[in-house]
T-cell receptor
Framework: GQNIDQPTEMTATEGAIVQINCTYQ??????LFWYQQHAGEAPTFLSY????GLEEKGRFSSFLSRSKGYSYLLLKELQMKDSASYLC????????????FGAGTTVTVRA | ETGVTQSPTHLIKTRGQQVTLRCSSQ?????VSWYQQALGQGPQFIFQ???????GRGNFPPRFSGLQFPNYSSELNVNALELDDSALYLC????????FGEGSWLTVV
């Protein structure tokens, strides 16, 4: 089975940096996704990591360490519109179309 | 804009009724998966369809069923609705990554 943990809530100030951690315990590994989900909306894709290291995409970066079962999503220069839930998801080793999600981390950006 | 379209966007049903939710993709990918997301939770995998056959299923009872059509669009059917079925239902297609549609909000009263 898959066990994916991430913090429930985080609060940060506009312009600051926030790091959302995700740890996973899975039988095999086939890639890790991060999604952003605004209240009342569907998840939108942010990043995908399958190899160790840092992937940078504008203000957002994602890091993966397969040996530690650990990933983080880094949000820089926070804006009010970044207030949302951030979902960590692991792809099933035997099924590319099946994701197991954490419960999500709600990030609140304050002025 | 993911190119994945779901309908209806919102609906309310009574306990015991049946519901059909629909999904289509502009990209023509041949595998579609469905997820249920309860309030405050991450999405849970229901099942997936490949070339009109179910070929993967999560921990959901048989009253959750689906169809995939020759044009790769799909339906999710839920029979004998229960209050706990109230959730956001998402379909997803896979290209370079996995894209979700806007979802269908189902409320069971």
């Amino acid at each position: 089975g898959q066990n994916i943990d991430q913090p429930t809530e985080m609060t940060a100030t506009e312009g600051a940096i926030v790091q959302i951690n995700c740890t996973y315990q899975t039988s095999g590994f086939n890639g890790l996704f991060w999604y952003q989900q605004h209240a009342g909306e569907a998840p939108t894709f942010l990043s995908y990591n399958v190899l160790d290291g840092l992937e940078e995409k504008g203000r957002f970066s994602s890091f993966l360490s397969r040996s530690k079962g650990y990933s983080y999503l880094l949000l820089k220069e926070l804006q009010m519109k970044d207030s949302a839930s951030y979902l960590c998801a692991v792809r099933d080793p035997g099924n590319d179309y099946k994701l197991s999600f954490g419960a999500g981390t709600t990030v609140t950006v304050r002025a | 804009e993911t190119g994945v379209t779901q309908s209806p966007t919102h609906l309310i049903k009574t306990r015991g009724q049946q519901v059909t939710l629909r999904c289509s993709s502009q990209s023509g990918h041949n595998t579609v998966s469905w997820y249920q997301q309860a309030l405050g939770q991450g999405p849970q995998f229901i099942f997936q369809y490949y070339r009109e056959e179910e070929n993967g299923r999560g921990n959901f009872p048989p009253r959750f069923s689906g169809l995939q059509f020759p044009n790769y669009s799909s339906e999710l059917n839920v029979n004998a609705l229960e209050l706990d079925d109230s959730a956001l239902y998402l379909c997803a297609y896979s290209g370079n990554t996995i894209y979700f549609g806007e979802g269908s909000w189902l409320t069971v009263v």
